[in-house]
């Protein structure tokens, strides 16, 4: 029997294609470390997230095509993960940082922090680096969610994260005393935010998250202006004021050019613990509309629940503490939705960059 010829591996390679891109895996640059020995190939599968929930099966299919290949005896495959870098950062801000996704919301109390935390927590778990600066200057909690009092060390003049459930973390908490209120100036609060992201050692990063004060003020402004987002991500209830305000948050992404990339509806609905009846406390339906109103994909829905709350006030985010429940379940699977969004546009960006070359 004549050896096995890479080419001929390649060839059926080309015959899997990612589920969600629509494309070849060798085209996408998936495939690494091609080796054959006689009848015997190994390979790794670069994935674009780590948490893709089409692992197993862009795994299976790897192998029947390689299985099919004359000569083929054992294929060995590794599944590991490339987060690619959607975006370009000039003055050296963030150079290590792959995405950056700003969690957005009309009116303060919908639940943006519980959110950005969660959120960041599931994408974590996933088995991606992940950091998340709590850049609610007016309000800053996420600490105190994560149940962390560590405080940031300087090393070499630069300020290095605090490291909490394997999530780096940035917070203005960190240097305000406890009930010290702040009274921010416009060019402060730029400082404030350039500091953040140019004197912070972050590192490496797949997704850096950004809680954002409410509304659409300084930091939003800022924020925009001094590095290219991948997105943003709108938290809304479904009632009507919470609506009326996330459309002028979402307005105002657009105006500055950051793509929405979903919609997350919050205290959804509630089930009774005792009767197991469902009540729409706040009506239902308002992340929807939102997301359909800007063309952008609902996440998810969260429903309101003690495990949530509590979760925030103990510093036991629900996706850590209890992560089989409703609410955990339902932020990792936001997760997974938000994380091939990201991989899609990220691959269309680079596609049309490609394609407008001369
Ligand atoms: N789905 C939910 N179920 C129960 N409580 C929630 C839920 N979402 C948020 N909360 C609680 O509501 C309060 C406000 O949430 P928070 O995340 O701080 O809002 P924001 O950052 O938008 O001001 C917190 O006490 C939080 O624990
Ligand atoms: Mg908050």
Request: charged letters at 20%; a neutral charge.
């Amino acid at each position: 029997m004549s050896a096995v010829q890479q080419a001929s591996l390649i060839e059926a390679l080309r015959a899997v294609k990612d589920p969600e891109l629509h494309v070849d895996i060798v085209s996408l640059g998936m495939i690494e470390d091609l080796r054959v020995e006689g009848g015997a190939v190994s390979l790794t599968v670069n994935l674009t997230t780590p948490g893709c929930p089409l692992k197993a099966q862009i795994e299976k299919d790897v192998r029947d095509a390689l299985g099919k290949v004359p000569g083929v005896g054992s294929v060995q495959v590794k599944m590991g993960a490339k987060v690619r870098r959607s975006i370009e950062t000039t003055d050296n801000l963030i150079p290590e940082v792959a995405n950056v996704v700003a969690i957005g919301s009309g009116k303060g109390g919908v639940g943006k922090s519980t959110v950005s935390v969660n959120l960041a927590l599931a994408f974590a778990r996933s088995g991606a680096s992940v950091g998340l600066l709590d850049a609610d200057v007016y309000g800053p909690n996420d600490p105190q969610m994560l149940g962390t009092k560590l405080k940031p060390e300087i090393q070499d003049r630069k300020i290095l994260p605090v490291t909490v459930h394997g999530l780096k973390l940035m917070s203005m908490a960190f240097f305000l005393k406890e009930d010290e209120p702040v009274i921010w100036r416009g060019p402060m609060l730029h400082g404030a935010i350039k500091q953040f992201l140019g004197d912070v050692q972050w590192g490496r990063l797949d997704y850096l998250f950004i809680d954002l004060p409410p509304g659409t003020g300084d930091v939003q402004l800022t924020l925009s202006q001094v590095i290219p987002l991948t997105g943003a991500v709108l938290v809304t209830t479904p009632q009507d004021v919470a609506l009326l305000d996330v459309r002028k948050a979402a307005a105002m992404f657009r105006k500055v050019n950051v793509p929405i990339l979903g919609v997350i509806e919050n205290m959804s609905y509630f089930n009774c613990p005792h009767c197991g009846e469902r009540s729409e406390i706040f009506s239902h339906g308002g992340g929807r509309k939102t997301a359909e109103a800007n063309d952008a994909p609902l996440l998810g829905e969260i429903p309101l629940d003690i495990r949530v709350r509590q979760g925030g006030d103990d510093g036991l985010p629900v996706v850590v503490h209890d992560p089989k429940s409703g609410p955990a379940l339902a932020f990792r699977d936001m997760a997974e939705k938000l994380a091939a969004i990201i991989s899609v546009n990220t691959y269309r960006k680079f596609q049309s960059e490609v394609m407008a070359r001369p």
